[in-house]
């Protein structure tokens, strides 16, 4: 039955941490052994499955050494159980709080009438003895003859004729055998221990009770049916829908006369420690583990390693635990660290701590606190100061022909702006680095991933051509990045984002960091399933998460922050600066010189008589027609005109009104 159960119990994510095997003879003494052994270990779950009397000798120790009190769990199998109602009140005393299963047997009137005739029959045969409850194992016997009898009335037998052994025939033989065998086997009717029916040669069961000891005698607290899984009732119509609930079953009185459900794991009390898991990682600064070879000792340091130490500190107890190395060589693959929290699901450790990343497929064998660093996958970039410093950088959005072209349209509408209409000349200075459009830096990056890390698996499941990547080590990463992928480099490396703060800490100024481009959990400590002190030291990581002492570790080991935010996310390479548009300020300077100088030598070479006014729009044009805003100095229409001389006028007043007029005429004259 025990590899059934195991099995039973791993699909349900139950794990049998331990099999204790104790044998049919063993002394009080051995068995008291074999209880301290268990006593010391953090599970605190014990199915018992073993003959009813060895089960009673268990259960009396048990109690002597203070397992059966609160926070344990009991379950008995039908071995046991079957047996209960027959036992000692001094076992069943010792047993108070366990649970068991044991088939269901119906209380019909048969049973009664049965169960009376029996206890009389037994009282008169065994006076002294006081067990008097008929035992399942006694209703089989009962209801085997009564089926043997119906299968022999059936074939018609009159007797049962069986012939005598012989030497080479040891056992005797039914000479109606077959006929037999095909009449029991059909035989269906309602026993004393329930439903009669043979499948395949087996008796079938279908209803199994589960009874809770209590003072010297027991509850039932439910039943359980293939069908309809835990009910508080047996519900014949088999309407029920199945259930695995606990509210289908009554309370249980657990050991200690408790009726808190048990955690079912315990720390140890017995002085043992907690046995904490770390491994080598390729970051020192996240886990360093040394071995100190004269006190044969285990020092940790590390980011990860403070973060524990202080969730542990802030714990509501006292936790004592001691370091254990793992592996002992730098992890080659991801699976490294797949292995490392392995290691709890197969009990080596009681917790691993490191930079674990919390990963869904690491989730079906351990489970792990929340996370105490940021999380996800993003890239390394380096920050092309090259490109950047380029004095014709503002010619790289554009391709060659497309600038050409705008150059030669450019000039040509320029051209025939200066031929439609002269004035405009004027306002076309100093406009061009007024034109520039908006310019945009498109990069395509190749990916690299870190040697040793589930990145490169997730890459590829995200259909990464696997030969564009590259294996490196932390410290290679620069080097390759420097390269760049055209010179057996590479072009970005993709990280986990608490690494590529660690790298860019110490490489402020040259890299960059892309993304998030893809989401993980970030880094956890991982436990056995069902641990408590997964919860207890969750809440203890967010409380330092939650202040400053966070920052305060983060300082210490990843960096200084002032110095990620210079080199983490770059503004250099996001926007372009004067340097940017160098190239562009130089040309049309140097453009808007040579105008200025062409002017200068026309203006000091050539007569400014020779200069046709018409053609030069910076005079004034005198043509009252073509301008109707210019002052007609016509004294007939304007008598407000100032009197330039008073001398003059008057002389030409008396001219005038003498009848002679000697003044110039007045068009043209500057006003
Ligand atoms: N954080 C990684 C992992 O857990 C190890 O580098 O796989």
Same mark, same amino acid.
């Given at each position: 039955?025990?590899?059934?159960?195991?099995?039973?119990?791993?699909?349900?994510?139950?794990?049998?941490?331990?099999?204790?095997?104790?044998?049919?003879?063993?002394?009080?003494?051995?068995?008291?052994?074999?209880?301290?052994?268990?006593?010391?270990?953090?599970?605190?779950?014990?199915?018992?499955?073993?003959?009813?009397?060895?089960?009673?000798?268990?259960?009396?120790?048990?109690?002597?050494?203070?397992?059966?009190?609160?926070?344990?769990?009991? #379950?008995?199998?039908?071995?046991?159980?079957?047996?209960?109602?027959?036992?000692?009140? !001094?076992?069943?005393? *010792?047993?108070?709080?366990?649970?068991?299963?044991?088939?269901? %047997?119906?209380?019909?009137?048969?049973?009664?009438?049965?169960?009376?005739?029996?206890?009389?029959?037994?009282?008169?045969?065994?006076?002294?003895?006081?067990?008097?409850?008929?035992?399942?194992?006694?209703?089989?016997?009962?209801?085997?003859?009564?089926?043997?009898?119906?299968?022999? +009335?059936?074939?018609?037998?009159?007797?049962?004729?069986?012939?005598?052994?012989?030497?080479?025939?040891?056992?005797?033989?039914?000479?109606?055998?077959?006929?037999?065998?095909?009449? #029991?086997?059909?035989?269906?009717?309602?026993?004393?221990?329930?439903?009669?029916?043979?499948?395949?040669?087996?008796?079938?069961?279908? %209803?199994?009770?589960?009874?809770?000891?209590?003072?010297?005698?027991?509850?039932?607290?439910?039943?359980?049916?293939?069908?309809? =899984?835990?009910?508080?009732?047996?519900?014949?119509?088999?309407?029920?829908?199945?259930?695995?609930?606990?509210?289908?079953?009554?309370?249980?009185?657990?050991?200690?006369?408790?009726?808190?459900?048990?955690?079912?794991?315990?720390?140890?009390?017995?002085?043992?420690?907690?046995?904490?898991?770390?491994?080598?990682?390729?970051?020192?600064?996240?886990?360093?583990?040394?071995?100190?070879?004269?006190?044969?000792?285990?020092?940790?340091?590390?980011?990860?390693?403070?973060?524990?130490?202080?969730?542990?500190?802030?714990?509501?107890?006292?936790?004592?635990?001691?370091? +254990?190395?793992?592996?002992?060589?730098?992890?080659? !693959?991801?699976?490294?660290?797949?292995?490392?929290?392995?290691?709890?699901?197969?009990? @080596?450790?009681?917790?691993?701590?490191?930079?674990?990343?919390?990963?869904?497929?690491?989730?079906?064998? *351990?489970?792990?606190?929340?996370?105490?660093?940021?999380?996800?996958?993003?890239?390394?970039?380096?920050?092309?100061?090259?490109?950047?410093?380029?004095?014709? /950088?503002?010619?790289?959005?554009?391709?060659?022909?497309?600038?050409?072209?705008?150059?030669?349209?450019?000039?040509?509408?320029?051209?025939? /702006?200066?031929?439609?209409?002269?004035?405009?000349?004027?306002?076309? @200075?100093?406009?061009? !680095? =007024?034109?520039?459009?908006?310019?945009?830096?498109?990069?395509?990056?190749?990916?690299?991933?870190?040697?040793?890390?589930?990145?490169?698996?997730?890459?590829?499941?995200? @259909?990464?051509?696997?030969?564009?990547?590259?294996?490196?080590?932390?410290?290679?990463?620069?080097?390759?990045?420097?390269?760049?992928?055209?010179? =057996?480099?590479?072009?970005?490396?993709?990280?986990?984002?608490?690494?590529?703060?660690?790298?860019?800490?110490? $490489?402020?100024?040259?890299?960059?960091?892309?993304?998030?481009?893809?989401?993980?959990?970030?880094?956890?400590?991982?436990?056995?399933?069902?641990?408590?002190?997964?919860?207890? #030291?969750?809440?203890?990581?967010?409380?330092?998460?939650?202040?400053?002492?966070?920052?305060?570790?983060? @300082?210490?080991?990843?960096?200084?922050?002032?110095?990620?935010?210079?080199?983490?996310?770059?503004?250099?390479?996001?926007?372009?600066?004067?340097?940017?548009?160098?190239?562009?300020?130089?040309?049309?300077?140097?453009?808007?010189?040579?105008?200025?100088?062409?002017?200068?030598?026309?203006?000091?070479?050539?007569?400014?008589?020779?200069?046709?006014?018409?053609?030069?729009?910076?005079?004034?044009?005198?043509?009252?027609?073509?301008?109707?805003?210019?002052?007609?100095?016509?004294?007939?229409?304007?008598?407000?005109?100032?009197?330039?001389?008073?001398?003059?006028?008057?002389?030409?007043?008396?001219?005038?009104? $003498?009848?002679?007029?000697?003044?110039?005429?007045?068009?043209?004259?500057?006003?």
């Amino acid at each position: 039955m025990v590899p059934f159960l195991a099995d039973a119990l791993e699909e349900i994510n139950v794990r049998i941490p331990y099999r204790s095997i104790i044998p049919l003879l063993s002394t009080d003494d051995q068995i008291r052994e074999e209880l301290y052994k268990l006593k010391t270990m953090q599970t605190r779950v014990f199915v018992v499955h073993m003959l009813s009397s060895t089960g009673s000798s268990l259960f009396m120790r048990a109690k002597e050494v203070g397992m059966m009190s609160e926070g344990y769990v009991w #379950i008995m199998t039908n071995g046991v159980t079957n047996m209960v109602d027959s036992l000692n009140s !001094s076992v069943t005393s *010792a047993m108070k709080g366990a649970l068991g299963v044991r088939l269901y %047997v119906p209380n019909t009137d048969e049973l009664n009438n049965f169960t009376t005739r029996w206890k009389k029959r037994f009282h008169e045969d065994n006076p002294q003895d006081m067990y008097s409850e008929p035992s399942i194992y006694g209703l089989w016997a009962y209801d085997t003859m009564h089926a043997i009898a119906m299968a022999v +009335e059936k074939i018609g037998a009159q007797t049962i004729k069986i012939e005598n052994s012989t030497d080479s025939q040891p056992l005797p033989v039914f000479p109606n055998g077959e006929q037999f065998l095909k009449a #029991i086997t059909n035989i269906k009717f309602q026993a004393l221990s329930g439903n009669f029916e043979l499948i395949n040669g087996q008796l079938q069961y279908s %209803v199994f009770e589960i009874i809770n000891i209590v003072g010297r005698g027991i509850r039932e607290v439910g039943y359980w049916t293939k069908e309809q =899984g835990l009910s508080k009732v047996v519900d014949e119509s088999n309407n029920k829908t199945y259930s695995t609930s606990p509210e289908d079953l009554n309370p249980v009185i657990w050991p200690g006369e408790s009726i808190v459900v048990p955690k079912g794991w315990e720390i140890p009390v017995s002085g043992a420690k907690l046995r904490v898991g770390l491994t080598i990682s390729r970051y020192p600064e996240f886990m360093q583990v040394e071995i100190d070879p004269e006190m044969n000792a285990i020092k940790a340091s590390g980011y990860s390693i403070d973060v524990f130490e202080e969730a542990v500190k802030r714990l509501p107890y006292a936790v004592p635990y001691e370091y +254990e190395l793992f592996g002992g060589v730098p992890p080659v !693959s991801s699976q490294s660290y797949n292995d490392f929290v392995y290691q709890v699901y197969l009990g @080596k450790y009681d917790l691993v701590i490191g930079d674990i990343t919390i990963r869904y497929n690491r989730t079906r064998y *351990a489970d792990f606190t929340i996370p105490y660093t940021e999380s996800g996958i993003a890239m390394i970039v380096p920050v092309d100061k090259a490109v950047n410093k380029n004095t014709f /950088i503002f010619l790289m959005p554009l391709t060659t022909d497309l600038w050409l072209g705008s150059i030669v349209l450019f000039i040509y509408t320029g051209i025939t /702006i200066l031929i439609l209409e002269p004035k405009i000349r004027t306002s076309l @200075k100093g406009s061009l !680095s =007024g034109h520039l459009g908006t310019i945009m830096y498109l990069s395509v990056f190749g990916y690299r991933y870190p040697r040793g890390s589930f990145v490169e698996g997730l890459l590829q499941e995200l @259909k990464f051509d696997k030969s564009r990547m590259r294996a490196y080590q932390p410290d290679e990463f620069a080097e390759a990045l420097d390269k760049g992928s055209a010179n =057996g480099g590479v072009a970005a490396i993709v990280h986990e984002i608490p690494y590529i703060k660690l790298f860019l800490a110490k $490489n402020c100024k040259s890299y960059t960091m892309v993304g998030p481009i893809y989401k993980t959990a970030g880094f956890g400590f991982a436990f056995p399933k069902g641990s408590p002190l997964v919860l207890e #030291i969750s809440r203890a990581i967010l409380n330092i998460t939650d202040g400053d002492d966070i920052i305060q570790l983060e @300082k210490k080991w990843i960096g200084d922050e002032t110095c990620l935010n210079n080199g983490g996310i770059s503004v250099e390479s996001n926007s372009l600066n004067f340097l940017s548009f160098w190239g562009l300020f130089l040309i049309s300077g140097a453009v808007s010189t040579i105008c200025l100088l062409i002017f200068a030598i026309i203006s000091l070479f050539i007569s400014p008589n020779e200069i046709n006014p018409e053609e030069d729009e910076g005079l004034p044009i005198m043509n009252p027609e073509e301008d109707k805003d210019l002052p007609i100095m016509n004294p007939e229409e304007d008598e407000d005109l100032p009197i330039m001389n008073p001398e003059e006028d008057e002389e030409a007043h008396n001219d005038c009104k $003498n009848g002679t007029d000697t003044s110039p005429p007045l068009t043209n004259r500057a006003s």
